[in-house]
Structure formats: C-alpha cells, structure tokens
C-alpha cells in the first residue's frame, strides 16, 4: 500500500501564492502518474493538474497559466504551484497516485481557502 502525506494548504488573500506538496511512500513499484483533484462545497470532486510517469502535465481550463504541477525525489513528491489565486479556487484538494497495476490511491486532503 502506498501512502500519501500531504501539505501546505492553507488561508490567504486572491491574488496571493500557495505550494502544495505530496509524498509518497510505501509499497512504490514504478513511477505513478500523480495529481491534484479538489472538491469544494456542494460540487463534484474535479481534476486540477496531473502529470504521468513520463512528465507530460495536463490541467483544467479553470487554472491553466495560474497553477504548475511538478515532481522530484525520485518522482515520488509530486507539488501544486498555485499563482493568483481567486476566491473560486477555494476547496478542499486532495492527491492522486495511481501505479500502472495498480488501485488508485488518495490523500487525506489539505484546505486551501482564498478570501476576497
């Protein structure tokens, strides 16, 4: 089983700056494709950004030019730069993991709210 430990969600002010951050660990067996969903009140769970085991990144319309997905540590630590960020973008953004044979695995959730 592959863990998720994520972080750096937080308050701050439209038009501010947040990193978010994800490690995984555990039973790791090749380079997953990783990404940032988010759900925010009374909405449906939606993808953010994900990019594969071979660095190609997709990402929303909502968020294209404002947030940057990337990874390191052996591509096991997969971040969320998010840049002008807008009231909209509040929600709670959960990380994806999802091995090539294996089940897709979640993290718990980190809050990211932004105030007007």
């Known amino acids: 089983q592959v863990q998720l430990a994520e972080s750096g969600g937080g308050l701050v002010q439209a038009g501010g700056t947040l990193r978010l951050s994800c490690a995984a660990s555990g039973s790791i067996f090749s380079i997953a494709t990783m990404a940032w969903y988010r759900q925010a009140p009374g909405k449906q769970r939606e993808l953010v950004a994900s990019?594969?085991?071979?660095?190609?990144?997709n990402y929303a319309d909502s968020v294209k030019g404002r947030f940057t997905i990337s990874r390191e540590n052996a591509k096991t630590t997969v971040y969320l730069q998010m840049n002008s960020l807008k009231p909209e973008d509040t929600a709670i953004y959960y990380c994806?993991?999802?091995?090539?044979?294996?089940?897709?695995?979640w993290g718990q959730g980190t809050q990211v709210t932004v105030s007007s």
């Open positions: 994806y993991y999802k091995e090539t044979f294996s089940a897709p695995e």
């Open positions: 990019i594969t085991n071979n660095g190609n990144t």
